[in-house]
Structures are given as C-alpha cells and as structure tokens.
C-alpha cells in the first residue's frame, strides 16, 4: 500500500449532530444522508442552515456514485468547523440551543472504506461553487489543507481569503453510514457525555463516550 493512502486511511473524520438525533440513528442502524432520512424518526432536531442544506440539493457531484452533495453523509477532518461556530453563537435564525447538546459521531477513512460503502473528497466546503471533489486516497494528503485543518482558528485573511472554505473541506460518504463503522463520540460536557452513554446503554450500540471540550468554541 502506497504511504500516502495508508497515511490516509488512518484519518479521523467527524460528523456533529444533536444529542436529540441520536436515538434515531441508533433505532435505524445508520447515519443516514439528508436526502434519504425518515425526518418523523431520525432527525428530531434541524442542528444546520437550512438554507444551506437546500442548496446541498442542487448542487451535482460530477463524480460516481454521482447524485447531489445532499445524497452523502457529510464528515469534516477537523472539529471546531465554521459550521460548529455559526450554531454555537447564535448565527442560525432556526436553531438556538448552542453547542452544549451537538455530538461529533467519530468514524475514520479506513473503517469507512473498509466497509465496502462508496465515498468521495472535496478540498474545501461543498457548497462552495469552487470546491473540487475527488476519489483517490493517495490525493488526500495533498487537495487537504491539513495546515488550515490543524490550526485553532480558521478566520479568512486578507492575504488568504479562502481559509474559511478548505477548513469545510468534507468526506462524503452515499446514502448511508452503519454505526458499526463509528469509532465513538465526543461531547463538550461530562453532563453530556453521562445523557449519551445512557442513550447506549438502552440499545445494543457499545460505543466509547469522550469529553472533548477543545474541539467546541
């Protein structure tokens, strides 16, 4: 295996939803892409921009399983995403609860991969009209801003305008993502982490529950 894919492989990628959605995912088995949803059963509570998300369903991947960008499970490569701070201060005129009740479901690359699900790239924030998509692992190493990714803060400079969107770089994945291939959850709180781990322990999911304040505004 080449080094860059095996490098590849062992990425993290991070989808955050709210605590509220968790049951559902459980009870279906999945995560499930926007498009394909039962919103009466796994999608309690509308934790994005619905104006972006409409727009993630006129937007085209130009590569198979082709579709639209609202066919795919979103994942980012790092916490602390724009999307994250936008919610968390109060910049989403439908959501108002903060960051306290949104959980990072943690899966990576290979488990990804390795489950035979289909799954492309983008270098940047898929609703942005300039971001490419891609599906060679040994291209992660180089499309990804890792530097913007490793960073605390992300903020467009006037000498690089563009951080803000390859921070939103994305890991897609088709219709659906089995909690099988999750390799656990993060939450800001130890409060919220005791509300999780109860939610596991009424369903067979064994899930490993961690507090990660740092990855939270």
């Given at each position: 295996?080449?080094?860059?894919?095996?490098?590849?492989?062992?990425?993290?990628?991070?989808?955050?939803?709210?605590?509220?959605?968790?049951?559902?995912?459980?009870?279906?088995?999945?995560?499930?892409?926007?498009?394909?949803?039962?919103?009466?059963?796994?999608?309690?509570?509308?934790?994005?921009?619905?104006?972006?998300?409409?727009?993630?369903?006129?937007?085209?991947?130009?590569?198979?399983?082709?579709?639209?960008?609202?066919?795919?499970?979103?994942?980012?490569?790092?916490?602390?995403?724009?999307m994250l701070y936008k919610l968390a201060k109060g910049g989403v005129p439908t959501y108002a609860e903060g960051?306290?009740?949104?959980?990072?479901?943690?899966?990576?690359?290979?488990?990804?991969?390795?489950?035979?699900?289909?799954?492309?790239?983008?270098?940047?924030?898929?609703?942005?009209?300039?971001?490419?998509?891609?599906?060679d692992l040994e291209l992660l190493g180089s499309v990804v801003d890792w530097q913007v990714m490793r960073t605390?803060?992300?903020?467009?400079?006037?000498?690089?305008?563009?951080?803000?969107?390859?921070?939103?770089?994305?890991?897609?994945?088709?219709?659906?993502?089995?909690?099988?291939?999750?390799?656990?959850?993060?939450?800001?709180?130890?409060?919220?982490?005791?509300?999780?781990?109860?939610?596991?322990?009424?369903?067979?999911?064994?899930l490993p529950v961690q507090v990660r304040p740092n990855w939270y505004f």
């Open positions: 295996m080449a080094g860059g894919t095996a490098r590849s492989l062992e990425r993290l990628v991070l989808h955050f939803t709210h605590i509220r959605n968790l049951p559902g995912i459980l009870a279906a088995g999945c995560l499930q892409a926007d498009n394909h949803v039962d919103r009466r059963s796994a999608l309690a509570v509308e934790a994005a921009d619905l104006a972006i998300k409409d727009s993630r369903r006129a937007i085209a991947i130009s590569l198979p399983p082709f579709g639209c960008v609202a066919d795919y499970v979103p994942f980012y490569f790092a916490h602390r995403s724009p960051q306290d009740p949104l959980i990072y479901l943690v899966s990576t690359v290979k488990a990804i991969t390795d489950a035979g699900l289909r799954w492309l790239f983008s270098d940047g924030n898929c609703a942005a009209t300039v971001t490419q998509v891609f599906d605390r803060m992300w903020n467009n400079t006037a000498e690089d305008p563009d951080r803000m969107r390859r921070r939103m770089a994305e890991f897609l994945v088709h219709e659906l993502v089995p909690v099988g291939c999750l390799a656990g959850i993060a939450v800001r709180t130890q409060g919220m982490k005791e509300q999780v781990e109860d939610l596991l322990a009424a369903t067979a999911v064994r």
